[in-house]
């Protein structure tokens, strides 16, 4: 493998051909991943050993838990940045195998226009993402849960359970909602910068 190759594999993989690109991978590469990996552990890290319900048994808790958090926070989350990073890291790699470098992406049309579709279906996944969020845990944790225990053949249909540090967990929900709606609008002012900057580019010609 020639060093050029390995030159244009860093640049194609590691700098997107824009100012915003780059700001979007450090503030989503860094902020956002340190911010789920090592505030999201504290906050949610041991949810399930302090959630209890009343009745206190472990088969009420468990089930009722199971029902509260169909997906826990922790992987939904880490589901979202994988997802929403392959559309870039399938571009970047592409041009990497085909040697193309930044300049070449605003230069020509057709790297244009691929780069462009890239950052639209990164917008399209964070939004499904930022639904899917609303719809599975709402904007607010709240202290105490009713859980629907017909199922478990109890005498007692809906079991009152405490959500632990539900004051924390509103707080980072929030926060996350916020970081979704950051990386959205840097992904749009980067659509911006691109075509501004392909257009510059023409004109000079």
């Known amino acids: 493998m020639s060093l050029n190759y390995i030159k244009n594999f860093y640049e194609g993989c590691v700098k997107p ?13 860094s902020v956002r991943m340190f911010f789920l990996g ?3 552990f504290a906050v949610y890290g041991n949810e399930a050993l302090h959630f209890s319900c009343e009745p206190d048994k472990r088969e ?20 979202q940045l994988v997802v929403v990073l392959l559309p870039g ?8 195998c085909k040697s193309i470098n930044q300049e070449c992406i605003l230069q020509k049309p057709a790297y244009t226009v691929n780069y462009i579709l890239s950052v639209l279906l990164r917008i399209s996944l964070e939004v499904v993402a930022f639904w899917l969020q609303i719809h599975l845990f709402g904007f607010q944790v709240k202290p ?12 007692i249909n809906v079991v009152k359970c405490m959500v632990p540090e539900h004051f924390e967990k509103t707080i980072f929900l929030i926060a996350m909602y916020t970081f979704t709606v950051i990386t959205m609008v840097l992904c749009v002012a980067e659509i911006f ?3 501004f900057r392909r257009s510059c580019f ?3 010609q």
């Open 89 to 96: 890291a399938i571009f970047h790699l592409y041009a990497a």
């Open 38 to 40: 090592v505030l999201g």
């Open 144 to 155: 105490l849960y009713l859980c629907d225990a017909e199922s478990l053949g109890k005498k």
């Open 193 to 195: 910068e691109i075509i």
């Open 60 to 79: 009420i808790n468990l089930f009722c838990y199971n029902q509260f958090r169909p997906i826990t926070p922790q992987v939904f989350w880490a589901l």
């Open 202 to 204: 023409l004109f000079k």
């Open 17 to 29: 051909p824009t100012v915003v690109g780059q700001f979007h991978t450090l503030f989503f590469g």
